[in-house]
């Protein structure tokens, strides 16, 4: 099954890198001052900056640091930190658009870095080929040890401003560098196509739930309708979420009443996002492909139409996550993730986070095919 191979941040399960900080004292002349925390961590920053060896970090590292150290404290896995070349990525990703050169990015066992242009994008026009070895983006040599998510900030930027790209292509090896303009971009957050053993299956892929994935599952049915598909599965598998939101506009389009979820924020009374009419695609012959990588708002759209009989669950058990996370973009363009409530879909038999939802129609993963082999037999073995 062809993919897109961009690399992202998770949306709202990214695992935080763990930092902790801590503060020293000169035995018996000092006395700490335990006001806030704060005055305690200004103290700490005061006396490294006084009597450490070596010289303190530049811009932002001790901050950063801190703040690592802090939500370390907090103890929950969902409120993170995140640096801000991750932050604009993410940012973008769940916006569905960014400023770039298109491509995506495929990092080989080796470490290196393959570009594979998109079509009618800047670097295909620039004469960038797909298999072509990223050497280096401005300034920013890439080696094994430079993250995806560094790369691609280093190609994102402001529309039309050119970027310098190195490339090593094979088979000859010969070095080339391009100068690409930037252009803005849609990211496709679903693609479709039509199965080639049952041309009437076709086959949504979605692989995050961003602003414009319920738009973009309309277009899609809608494409591959007019290539002959009259049944169609919904792929979540290894759809890590996003934002909780898509996940109810895009439940919506498939149900005709009834509630999709409920949510509790700290000390707020429950919230109850229904369905208000019914959906586009309310008779369209459905099924949905889970697996343990579907998470958070895409276990919100399975759950949504498994409580309510619309769709049944073929693969296997899904992550579990039914929290929602707030997005805060501090003055340096980082961003904190703060977990702020729980969600639940009624009349599921458990909820999602106590262990996932459990599908209808389970496969033996260990078969690349069991999925799709599941689903034309639910639609055409009975």
Known sequence: MSRWRIVFLFLVIIPGFIAAFAGGYVLGTCRARTETPFNLLEEAHQHLATYGLYDLPEDNALAYGAIRGMLQAYDDPYTVF???????????????????????????????????????????????????VLAQVDDLTVTPGVSLEAIQAALRGPTNLPVHVQVVRPPAWEHLTFTVSRAVFDIPSVTGYVDGDLPQL????????????????????????????????????DNGGGL????????????????????????????????????????????????????????????????????????????????????????????????????????????????GLQPDVPVDTSQPKAYLQAARAYFFDR
């Open 202 to 237: 076709g086959v949504l892929v979605v692989n995050r739930m961003a602003a414009t994935t319920a738009d973009e599952i309309q277009r899609t049915v809608t494409a591959l309708s007019a290539q002959g598909a009259t049944h169609f599965v919904l792929d979540l598998r």
């Open 82 to 132: 995140v640096e801000p070349p991750q932050s604009e990525l993410e940012n973008n990703t769940l916006s569905g658009q960014f400023g770039g050169i298109g491509v995506t990015l495929e990092r080989l066992l080796d470490g290196q870095v393959v570009l594979h242009p998109l079509a009618d994008s800047p670097a295909e026009d620039a004469g960038l080929l797909g298999g072509d």
């Open 244 to 355: 909780l939101d898509a996940g109810v506009q895009s439940a919506r389009l498939f149900l005709s009443s009834g509630t999709i979820l409920e949510q509790q924020y700290r000390g707020k009374p429950v919230e109850r996002l229904s369905v208000d009419s019914p959906g586009a695609l309310l008779s369209l012959p459905l099924v949905v492909l889970v697996n343990h990588g579907t998470a958070s708002a895409a276990e919100l759209l399975a759950g949504a139409l498994q409580a309510q009989g619309r769709a049944p669950l073929i693969g296997e058990p899904t992550y579990g996550k039914d929290t929602l996370q707030l997005l805060f973009t501090l003055s340096d363009g980082s961003s904190m993730h703060i977990t702020a409530a729980r969600w639940w879909v009624p009349d599921l038999p458990k909820p999602i986070g106590e262990g």
